[in-house]
T-cell receptor, first 118, second 116 residues
Framework: AQKITQTQPGMFVQEKEAVTLDCTYD???????LFWYKQPSSGEMIFLIY??????QNATEGRYSLNFQKARKSANLVISASQLGDSAMYFCAMREAYFNFGNEKLTFGTGTRLTIIP | ETGVTQTPRHLVMGMTNKKSLKCEQH?????MYWYKQSAKKPLELMFV???????ENNSVPSRFSPECPNSSHLFLHLHTLQPEDSALYLC???????????????FGDGTRLSIL
């Protein structure tokens, strides 16, 4: 079974609207971390936001927020007031057993291509 | 320079050539990574170096040979590659420390490799 599932291969959103990118994950660990990355056409993977499994509050970073529903094993990324520069691939990733020193392995989903329409 | 720098950005090589990809991080991190990104597939972790020691080799064919001479530099030596090795190769770095592993990996722009 896939550890990270992103069910939306592509999305088109009108500029200034909010957008939610879905991510579900599969793990038996109690301690894990979830990351979202943005990859523009240039290729660089840009870190956006992080959520730890023990964090009580949903993470927020500027226009990015994470809708973390632990019981449903979902960690959806919400982008408010979308901009043309938000057009890119978005990847959800998970690090399991994240209290284990040296365990830095990230597992990525297949990504969602977001296109913002003017 | 800041961040993670990868050279070259693009590389075209024949199957019998030998080439190397270079990665340099200017973030003071102690771990570095190689990833392979193929079309329509999840990012695949290839190698992990913690404190210059290789801690992960994710069943990568021996035609890929990593080298980490110090905590700031990482190389991927390539020889006798196959057409299916054409992909974007991404380097990343992070700061590994005890406690919650909430430190993100920082990526370079990647090297787009094409095998003829």
């Amino acid at each position: 079974a896939q550890k990270i599932t992103q069910t939306q291969p592509g999305m088109f959103v009108q500029e200034k609207e909010a957008v939610t990118l879905d991510c579900t994950y599969d793990t038996s660990d109690q301690s894990y971390g979830l990351f979202w990355y943005k990859q523009p056409s240039s290729g660089e993977m840009i870190f956006l936001i992080y959520q730890g499994s023990y964090d009580e509050q949903n993470a927020t970073e500027g226009r990015y927020s994470l809708n973390f529903q632990k019981a449903r094993k979902s960690a959806n990324l919400v982008i408010s007031a979308s901009q043309l520069g938000d057009s890119a691939m978005y990847f959800c990733a998970m690090r399991e057993a994240y209290f284990n020193f040296g365990n830095e392995k990230l597992t990525f989903g297949t990504g969602t291509r977001l296109t913002i329409i003017p | 320079e800041t961040g993670v720098t990868q050279t070259p950005r693009h590389l075209v090589m024949g199957m019998t050539n030998k080439k190397s990809l270079k990665c340099e991080q200017h973030l003071g991190h102690n771990a570095m990574y190689w990833y392979k990104q193929s079309a329509k597939k999840p990012l695949e972790l290839m190698f992990v170096y913690n404190f210059k020691e290789q801690t992960e080799n994710n069943s990568v064919p021996s035609r890929f040979s990593p080298e980490c001479p110090n905590s700031s530099h990482l190389f991927l030596h390539l020889h006798t590659l196959q057409p299916e090795d054409s992909a974007l190769y991404l380097c990343a770095s992070s700061q590994v420390a005890p406690g919650p592993g909430n430190q993100p990996q920082h990526f370079g722009d990647g090297t787009r490799l094409s095998i003829l």
